[in-house]
């Protein structure tokens, strides 16, 4: 059975860093393009970023880039989200999810997906 | 970058009804469209992919439709379950862009 359990989000205060984790169970990360969705409170889905199955590929939306980086551990099936100069607005449930497929673009959709991870950014 | 325009953001239906929601998107995305269903405190669940394929277990009565810019998804005889909101999702380039959202509501 596949799973995928999030970790890592606490209250933090703007400016600050933060690691996210996601351990799989159930198939191997490096076979899958994995991603991070986070939704704001009350808020729809907004995709974070995405990762081919080999590493090679790696994209952000725009208000993350150069911020966030996104990676994974194969050794221990994992998948990570590194945050940095956090703001108010990335405040937000964040979801990793893995792809149909081991490509970026080109999709068909995310077919599995961890209960979230809360973040909340706040003095 | 792609927007994903769903409408109508929210509708009213009772058990047993019809109901089809709308996804257009800004540029062609071909036939790359998800569908997702979202409960409350929920992650979202993957229904539907290339525009029209059923993912497994999914009930049959979830129908994706349309290709190109303008696609559909259609709930035929709505069950109390399936109240909740449904997304739409692009997947043909990055990044994967979700469309607003509908939430279906129980008349």
């Known amino acids: 059975e596949v799973q995928l359990v999030e970790s890592g989000g606490i209250l933090v205060q703007p400016g600050r860093s933060l690691r996210l984790s996601c351990a799989a169970s159930?198939?191997?990360?490096?076979?899958?393009?994995m991603h991070w969705v986070r939704q704001a409170p009350g808020k729809g889905l907004e995709w974070v970023s995405g990762i081919s199955w080999n590493s090679d590929t790696m994209d952000y939306v725009d208000s993350v880039r150069g911020r966030f980086i996104i990676s994974r551990d194969t050794a221990k099936n994992s998948l990570y989200l590194q945050m940095n100069s956090l703001r108010a607005e990335d405040t937000a449930m964040y979801y990793c999810?893995?792809?149909?497929?081991?490509?970026?673009?080109?999709?068909?959709?995310?077919?599995?997906w961890g209960q979230g991870t809360l973040v909340t950014v706040s003095s | 970058d792609i927007q994903m325009t769903q409408s109508p953001s929210s509708l009213s239906a009772s058990v047993g009804d019809r109901v089809t929601i709308t996804c257009r998107s800004s540029?062609?995305?071909?036939?790359?469209l998800s569908w997702y269903q979202q409960k409350p405190g929920k992650a979202p669940k993957l229904l539907i992919y290339v525009a029209s394929t059923l993912q497994g277990g999914v009930p049959s009565r979830f129908r994706g439709g349309g290709s190109g810019t303008e696609f559909t998804l259609s709930i035929n005889s709505l069950q109390p379950e399936d109240f909740a909101t449904y997304y739409c999702?692009?997947?043909?380039?990055?990044?994967?862009?979700f469309g607003g959202g509908t939430k279906v509501q129980i008349k």
């Open positions: 999702q692009q997947t043909y380039i990055t990044p994967p862009s």
């Open positions: 540029q062609t995305i071909h036939n790359y």
């Open positions: 999810a893995r792809d149909k497929l081991a490509r970026l673009g080109n999709g068909w959709g995310f077919e599995d």
């Open positions: 159930g198939f191997s990360v490096d076979g899958y393009a």
